[in-house]
C-alpha cells in the first residue's frame, strides 16, 4: 500500500500526496484523486495558509466521516468536532498549521519560490507529510 510519502516522493504536491495515500489507507479509489486536492497545495493555491497535507488529511476524513445528505446535520456536526480535534493535534505536533509557518516562505514569489529550491524545502515538507499522515490515520 503506497503511503503519502510514496505519492510525494513521485512529485505530487503535499495536499494531492496526503489525500491520495489516506484514499489508499481506507482503500477508496476514485479516478478525481488526487485532482480535486491540487488547488491545496502550498496553502491553498500557494497562498501560505492551511497546510496542503493537512487539507488533504481533512478531505480523507471527509471521505470516511463526512454526509450524502444536506439534512444529515448530526453526521456533519461530528466530523467537524474530528476535524477540529486532529487540527488541535497537528498544531500540538507540528506547532503550526499554515505552510507559511511551517516551511518559512511564501511559495507565491519567485524569491519564496527561489529560497524554497535552493534550501530544500520540499524535504521539509515530506516530514510533515508523514507526521500529518500518522495523525489523520489516528482519527480515522
Known sequence: ????????????????????????????????????????GGG??????????????????????????PQDKKTRDELYQRVEAFLKKV???LGHTDCIDLIGVPLNTEEGLKIYRQNHLRDKCHT????????AKEFL
Not at 7 to 33: I, P, R, W
Not at 44 to 69: E, F, N, P, Q
Not at 129 to 134: G, H, L, N, R, S
Request: charged residues 20%.
Open 1 to 40: 500500500m503506497a503511503t503519502a510519502s510514496d505519492f510525494h516522493d513521485k512529485g505530487f504536491n503535499c495536499a494531492e500526496s496526503t489525500l491520495q495515500g489516506l484514499a489508499e489507507y481506507l482503500g477508496v479509489q476514485n479516478e478525481l484523486l488526487p485532482q480535486i486536492a491540487t488547488g491545496f
Open 44 to 69: 491553498v493555491g500557494h497562498t501560505g495558509r492551511i497546510c496542503g497535507a493537512i487539507s488533504g488529511a481533512v478531505m480523507a476524513l471527509g471521505i470516511k466521516y463526512g454526509r450524502r445528505d
Open 91 to 93: 498544531g500540538e505536533k
Open 128 to 135: 510533515i507529510i508523514q507526521t500529518v499522515e500518522d495523525l
